[in-house]
């Protein structure tokens, strides 16, 4: 099983970065599918989630109105569009997929926000 997430970077505060996951080994239209951050010394925190037809999703309050999360099952890949970006979006984000009982991790990437 793999999820390899990519697209992060360093943006300006007010820019806008793609970030995509991609997934391998499981059947990845049948998981829910989330966007965590971590900031330094800090717990994962939930960004956003989908469920796995697409049609149902979540967003924690501090991104709600900037980021979209979406997926394409036909290409086994899950993105967050991130828009407004500020100062404290700065964290490693990563990917993960559940179904019930079952879950896996992404390595996170890396997006820094400073002019």
């Known amino acids: 099983v793999h999820l390899v997430e990519s697209g992060g970077g360093l943006v300006q505060p007010g820019g806008s970065l793609r970030l995509s996951c991609a997934a391998s080994?499981?059947?990845?239209?049948?998981?829910?599918m989330r966007w965590y951050r971590q900031i330094s010394g800090d717990e994962r925190a939930l960004v956003a989630s989908i469920d796995r037809t697409g049609y149902f999703t979540t967003y924690a309050d501090s991104v709600k109105g900037r980021f979209t999360i979406s997926r394409d099952n036909a290409k086994n890949t899950v993105f967050l569009q991130m828009n407004s970006l500020k100062p404290e979006d700065t964290a490693v984000y990563y990917c993960y997929a559940i179904k019930e009982l079952d879950s896996y991790w992404g390595q996170g990437t890396q997006v820094t926000v400073s002019s």
């Open positions: 080994g499981f059947t990845f239209s049948t998981y829910g």
